[in-house]
């Protein structure tokens, strides 16, 4: 089972700064990682597929890189409405796994 | 409209069973492979069970392996879990996710409650 490990648990960053938030595969996945946002009491979302890409309606200052076993998701200018628990998932091999969580906090 | 409504959760007890419904709406539901993620109480993301477009391909996490069935009815639009032998540790809410070209998850649905408990 490939193992995703999302560092750190917690993040507390202030509106209109930067958040970078990470995740590492226990092997290899190549590109093959989503990001989503969870806020309390709403269904995920996706943010980011194939490491990079944005889904759609995600906003632009979202953006994800990586490939391998590491992995950065990044926050341009932090909103309001961004503060959520992030989660990565691995779509790579079976059984599909996800990271444990980020919260975003504000600061 | 893109949407997923699972449907059938509820209170159970240990080694009861329980069938999930999920009715998609808003997208050709034959063309996409469906999934089941389950979230427990104030814990992250466990995939469950995936299901490929045609019905033919299925996939399970080995903590629920030999206890749920996954299927889909294609002509109702419709994704379902059949899960049996729960356990307390099968408490979550459930989603449905809909997959295409690759196994990530691109529309949930709100999620249905089971809770395993005596």
């Known amino acids: 089972e490939i193992v995703m490990t999302q560092s750190p648990a917690t993040l507390s960053v202030s509106p209109g700064e930067r958040a970078t938030l990470s995740c590492r595969a226990s092997q290899s996945i190549n590109s093959d990682l989503a990001w989503y946002q969870q806020k309390p009491g709403q269904a995920p979302r996706l943010l980011i597929y194939g490491a990079s890409t944005r889904a759609t309606g995600a906003p632009a200052r979202f953006s994800g890189s990586g490939s391998g076993t590491e992995f950065t998701l990044t926050i341009s200018i932090l909103q309001p409405e961004d503060f959520a628990v992030y989660y990565c998932?691995?779509?790579?091999?079976?059984?599909?796994?996800f990271g444990q969580g980020t919260n975003l906090e504000i600061k | 409209e893109v949407q997923l409504v699972e449907s059938g959760g509820g209170l159970v007890k240990p080694g009861g069973s329980l069938r999930l419904s999920c009715a998609a709406s808003?997208?050709?539901?034959?063309?996409?492979?469906m999934n089941w993620v389950r979230q427990a109480p104030g814990k992250g993301l466990e995939w469950v069970s995936s299901?490929?477009?045609?019905?033919?391909?299925?996939y399970y996490a080995d903590s629920v392996k030999g206890r749920f069935t996954i299927s889909r009815d294609n002509a109702k639009n419709s994704l379902y879990l059949q899960m049996n032998s729960l356990r307390a540790e099968d408490t979550a809410v459930y989603h449905c996710a809909r997959s295409k070209s690759s196994w990530k998850y691109d529309c949930w649905g709100q999620g249905s409650l089971v809770t395993v408990s005596s």
């Open positions: 998932q691995q779509f790579n091999d079976w059984p599909l796994t």
């Open positions: 808003g997208f050709t539901f034959s063309s996409y492979s």
């Open positions: 299901i490929s477009s045609s019905g033919t391909s299925m």
